[in-house]
Nanobody
Framework: QVQLVESGGGVVQPGGSLRLSCAAS????????MAWFRQPPGKEREFVAA????????YRANAVKGRFTISGDNARNTVYLQMNSLKPEDTAVYYC????????????????WGQGTQVTVSS
């Protein structure tokens, strides 16, 4: 059974940092693209960042470039999202997702999803 389990969310002040983790299990993800999406309150789910599990290319949405970094640890089967210089507009539920289809910014392209972790940026 495939499982993606996110952790690391919380409440942080504007300008602060958080690191989200996504632990993957249940299958071999070596050929998969791993991604982070987020869903702000009352809005659609949106792409944040993606990385090939095999290494190499990483992709980020324009809204987070220069502030967020996606990375993976194959030995731990874990993907990370380092978030710096957080803004109130980054407040959302953050989801980890996986797809065998290559990089995509569309949520429907992703087969597996975690349960989400809440990130709140507020003073």
């Amino acid at each position: 059974q495939v499982q993606l389990v996110e952790s690391g969310g919380g409440v942080v002040q504007p300008g602060g940092s958080l690191r989200l983790s996504c632990a993957a299990s249940g299958r071999t993800f070596s050929s998969y693209m791993m991604a982070w999406f987020r869903q702000p309150p009352g809005k659609e789910r949106e792409f944040v960042a993606a990385i090939a599990w095999s290494g190499g290319s990483a992709y980020r949405a324009n809204a987070v470039k220069g502030r967020f970094t996606i990375s993976g640890d194959n030995a731990r089967n874990t993907v990370y999202l380092q978030m710096n210089s957080l803004k109130p507009e980054d407040t959302a539920v953050y989801y980890c997702a996986a797809t065998p289809r290559g990089v995509s910014t569309y949520a429907y392209e992703y087969d597996y999803w975690g349960q989400g972790t809440q990130v709140t940026v507020s003073s």
